[in-house]
Structures are given as C-alpha cells and as structure tokens.
C-alpha cells in the first residue's frame, strides 16, 4: 500500500440531492483515495474539519463504466466513496453549509 498522507484521503465532496438530505442526519459523503480504509478516513475527517468526532464511516467501491467510442471498448475510473456519520456533539462541517 502507497504511503498515504490524511491530506490525500479525502478527494472531495460529494454534492447531489440524496447526499445533501443525508446532511440532516449528520452524514457527509466524500470521495475517497482507493487505497484509503476506515481508519484513514476517521482520522482524515477529525484532522481537516476542526470539532468533527466520527462515529462510523461506511465505504463504497464504484466500478468503472463501460464506454465505447467506435471499436474501442475501455472503462472509466474506478472511484471510492465514503459516507462519514458524526457524533451528536460533534460540529458541522463547514463547507457543506453554504450549498
């Protein structure tokens, strides 16, 4: 495994209408590195977002979609998500609040 920095988990939010109703439960939806694993993504969130405490993180592997362009068959990238649940008494976190 690649030596992976709490800086270079987190890749960036994920803003659609089912993770923006997911924010009135205290949960936030990110892309992640593929290499990354729970405990990466625990302490990267409590690290860049000040008062954040993480209860559970659940992650998703997204497999590439097949794309066709005249004879050629290739597959997009392959992307991980993670979905971050808070604590009740942690803090929101912030670059979610202006969406």
Do not use: C, W
């Not at 495994?1 to 009135?24: C, F, G, H, R, W």
């Amino acid at each position: 495994m690649a030596n992976i920095q709490y800086y270079d988990v987190i890749l960036k939010p994920v803003v659609t209408e089912k993770s923006m109703n997911l924010m009135a439960d205290k949960k936030y939806t990110f892309f992640v590195h593929p290499e990354a694993n729970k405990t990466m993504i625990k302490e990267a969130v409590e690290k860049m977002f000040e008062g954040a405490k993480v209860e559970k993180v659940n992650t998703l592997n997204i497999p590439g979609k097949k794309k066709r362009r005249g004879m050629v068959v290739g597959r997009t990238a392959a992307t991980k998500k993670a979905i971050v649940k808070l604590t009740e008494e942690s803090a929101d976190i912030e670059i979610f609040s202006g969406l």
